[in-house]
Structure formats: C-alpha cells, structure tokens
C-alpha cells in the first residue's frame, strides 16, 4: 500500500477499486471507517456480496464505541472513566474504582455508604451453591471452580434474564460483584480441604477476602493493614482493561441477551488462558522453573531461539512499559516489608533486567506485563499459584460488568457474528461408505479433526 497526499483536509476516505475503475467516498468519524460502507464496493459479478475486511484476532478492528477505560499503548497510559491508574492505586479503593467503572463517576460520601452497603450485604452465597463445591476432587483448579460455581449462579436468580430490567440489572451486579470473592475463597478452602470460613461484613471487600481465605481459630480475623491495602491495590490495577479477551468474550456472550452469571462464567473461562489472566500463574512457574539468577542468560537465549514466550512479558496493546506494572513493582517493597523479601524477586529483577537490555526484546518492544510481578506478591501474602487466576477474575467482575452494561446499553449493539472467508469445498455429492477407500490421506488434509 502506498500513499500521496495533496491539500484537501476532509474527514473522508477516497477508495479505487482497481478492479473496476470505481471511486467511493467514505466518512471517517473518530480515526475509524465503518467495515459496512465498504460493502458497497462490488465488481460487476451480481453475485458480489460486497467488499470485507479481513482481521484475524481483531488487530485493527474497533468492535464498540466505550467510554470506560481508556489505553495509550505506546505512552504506557491507563485510564478509567479518565482517571489515571496512578491516581487510583493510590487514593481510591477496589470498591470506589467498580462504582466509577459502573456509574461513570466517583461516588460521593451518601453514594458510597450505600454502594458499600449494596455490595456487603449480598456476600453470602446459597448453600446449595456451597455444596456444589463438595462435587469437586480435592485437586480441582479454583478457577475451573470459580466458573462452574459463577454460572451456578444463573440457576439461582431465574430473573437475571431480565437483562433489560435496570433495577434487576442492579441487582445482579451488587451479587456478582459481591459472591465473587465468597467463591474464590471457598473454592481455595475445598482445595486445602478446610472448613469455609463465611464472610465477616464488619471488614472491608479485600479485609474480608483475606478472612474467607486465611482465618483458622481465632475469632474474629483482623487483617493486616499493609496487606489490605496491598491487594486493593491489585484488584483497582485489574477492574478493567477495555476490550480484551476476556471483555470482549462478556460482550459477545452478553450480545446474545444471555444472563450476566453465565456471561461472566464464558469470561473468567478466556481469562483462565495463559495467554491472558493466567499469565501470572505462568509466571511464577516459569520463575521457579529457571531457580536461579545464573540460569536466566541461558533461559532468555531458548526463549529468543523460539523455545517458548517469556511469561508475563509483551502485550497486544503496551508497547512500553505496562504501568500497572511499574505500581505493582513498588508495592512489592511496602508487602514484603510485612511477609519477608521473595527470592523470587531477585530472580524477576534479573531477568527484567536482561530482557529490557536484548536486542530481541527491544526490537519487539516487549515490557513487563501487570502479571510479571503480581505473582511474587500474591505468592508472599501465601495465595497458592493456582489461585492466581482467580485473584484476577474478582476484581475484572466489575470491568466485566460496567462493559456489560455499556454493551445493553448502545443502540448500535446487536448479537455479535463475525463474518468468514470461506476457502473450503463447496456443493458436491455425498459418497456412501464403501466408496470412500482410505480416508486416512484425506482426513489429514483436513486437519485430522
Ligand atoms: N516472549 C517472547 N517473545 C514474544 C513474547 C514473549 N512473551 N510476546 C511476544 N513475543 C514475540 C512474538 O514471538 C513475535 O515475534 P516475531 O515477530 O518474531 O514472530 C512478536 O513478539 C509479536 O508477538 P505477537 O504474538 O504477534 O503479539 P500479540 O499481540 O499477538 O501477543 C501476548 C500478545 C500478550 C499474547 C504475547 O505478548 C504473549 O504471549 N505474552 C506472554 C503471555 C503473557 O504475559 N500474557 C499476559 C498479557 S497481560 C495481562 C492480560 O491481558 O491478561
């Protein structure tokens, strides 16, 4: 593709069809073209369908209008609703940050009282949920848990259809927002096989998750300050991140007017996914896998010969550093002030370190992702690695939701159905068995599917 440029400033796109000599206009309205005006693009064939784009994996391909989260990917900067991340992490709370996602704006005095109110008084979760759990093996992953029980959740609030219904919308979103950590930690006491521990509505959203997962005899739990503040730290670092794999498999769920508990199951399933949420897990297998500080020059070298990815490296948007990240990385100090340093961390800093140095990783633009150090701090504050997942998944509820809710809200908006390039057979006749031959060949050419 080549360009020319002449004096004309118009909020246009001129586009020949080389294939017909024809010339069409096209409106440019926020850096974007609308994918539909190309259809009118058509040869003389009456069977044309139209011109398409093609963009596997959506590269260059806006799918909504949003006004939540806003990303500069080659500054490094993140917004929610126009608030930077920095700002957040350090004045507000998790709780503040999913109101502001959700309404658009920071809560006043009498609007928090009532939201944390909302938010804590549905906490507990029915015991029949509860005992879905008792269906698990003792070794079953929290987050494949953390799904089944979320979906779970649709078969216990039948009115959750009701997805143009606001006030029952709300609803649903206080109880989401609320049982999510409820189930994390259950599922975590399953796995450990310890008694549930229930919520204590006297502490805060992360005090009491820390109570869910860790109180044992004592009688009333107190949390460690440094802690608490530490994981509302992570939970406002992960609310949201536009239109990412996970949010954009709640959209396209939600998109079919499906209820927001089995919407929100298919999302935490691609968070789940090494490549997205699960990353930090990953990561701090990855960590252990390379043991020592001397062994990274020779784990950087497989990596760059292709072997495998750095986890917790990259991004499909930050091509500079992620700034969650960079919080994430001070955080580490203030918790390791209270559990005691990481060794882990050393090793992380080192390879950081190589990385950032290598011409492979330069060239790639490739940075520390928020998953690269949010490991080693869950990993101090004793979450088990496979709990990782789901400590990504509490917070990106509200995330979840608020694009949700955008999503039922947009005019433009209807169920979500891609289009394809068909490349395969088409009409023939069907042949019976016995005139098949060997259809080893064949099925290979297939795919062997
Ligand atoms: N280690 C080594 N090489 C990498 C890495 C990595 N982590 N990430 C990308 N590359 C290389 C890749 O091989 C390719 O090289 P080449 O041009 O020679 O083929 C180039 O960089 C571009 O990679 P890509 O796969 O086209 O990039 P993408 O935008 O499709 O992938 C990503 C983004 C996050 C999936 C990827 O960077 C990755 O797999 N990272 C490791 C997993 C990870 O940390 N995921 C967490 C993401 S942040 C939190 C979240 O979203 O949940």
């Known amino acids: 593709m080549s360009a020319t440029s002449d004096n004309s400033s118009k909020e246009t796109l001129t586009i020949t069809d080389n294939r017909t000599g024809k010339q069409y206009e096209v409106p440019i309205k926020d850096g974007t073209i609308r994918a539909m005006d190309l259809r009118q693009i058509k040869t003389d064939d009456a069977e044309d369908f139209g011109l398409m784009t093609y963009d596997p994996a959506f590269m260059n391909t806006a799918s909504c209008k949003s006004t939540i989260t806003y990303i500069d990917g080659d500054r490094g900067v993140l917004e929610y609703r126009g608030y930077p991340i920095e700002q957040l992490a350090e004045q507000s709370s998790y709780l503040e940050v999913a109101y502001l996602l959700l309404h658009g704006e920071l809560p006043t005095a009498e609007q928090m009282k009532q939201w944390t109110w909302d938010i804590t008084h549905h906490t507990f979760i029915n015991e029949n949920i509860r005992k879905v759990l008792d269906g698990f093996h003792y070794n079953a992953h929290p987050m494949g848990m953390f799904e089944a029980m979320v979906a779970a959740l649709s078969t216990f609030y039948p009115e959750s259809k009701n997805i143009r219904d606001e006030a029952c919308r709300r609803k649903q979103i206080h109880r989401l927002i609320a049982k999510v950590p409820t189930i994390a930690a259950f599922a975590y006491r399953h796995r450990v096989g310890l008694p549930i521990s229930y919520p204590d509505n006297d502490l805060s959203y992360e005090g009491n998750f820390l109570n869910m997962m860790f109180k044992t005899t004592e009688l009333k739990y107190q949390p460690n300050p440094v802690l608490e503040k530490a994981l509302s730290v992570l939970f406002i670092l992960h609310a949201d991140h536009e239109q990412n794999c996970s949010t954009n498999t709640m959209r396209s769920i939600g998109s079919a007017e499906t209820d927001p508990y089995s919407a929100l199951a298919g999302a935490a399933a ?48 930050y091509k500079n550093y992620d700034p969650r990240a960079r919080i994430i990385k001070q955080i580490a100090y203030e918790v390791f002030e209270v559990t005691g340093r990481d060794p882990l961390l050393d090793l992380a800093l080192e390879l950081e370190r190589i990385a950032l140095e290598d011409e492979y990783f330069v060239k790639r633009r ?26 990504f998944a509490i917070p990106r509820t509200s995330g979840w939701l608020a694009q949700w809710v955008e999503l039922l809200n947009d005019p433009e908006q209807k169920i979500a159905r891609p289009r394809q390039i068909y490349l395969g057979q088409r009409t023939r006749d069907y042949v019976s068995m016995s005139q098949r031959g060997d259809g080893a060949a064949a099925g290979q050419a297939a795919g062997g599917a």
Request: charged share 20%; hydrophobic share 45%; proline share 7%.
């Open 366 to 391: 490739l940075y520390p992702n928020v998953d690269f150090y949010s490991g080693i701090i869950y990993r101090a504050m004793r979450f088990p690695v496979d709990m990782f997942p789901v400590l």
């Open 270 to 317: 691609a968070l789940y996914g090494p490549l997205h949420g699960g990353a930090n897990e990953a990561v701090l297998r990855m960590l252990n896998e390379i043991g020592s500080i001397d062994h990274v020059p020779e784990y950087v070298k497989r990596v760059k010969a292709g072997e495998f990815r750095l986890m917790g490296f990259g991004h499909r948007v």
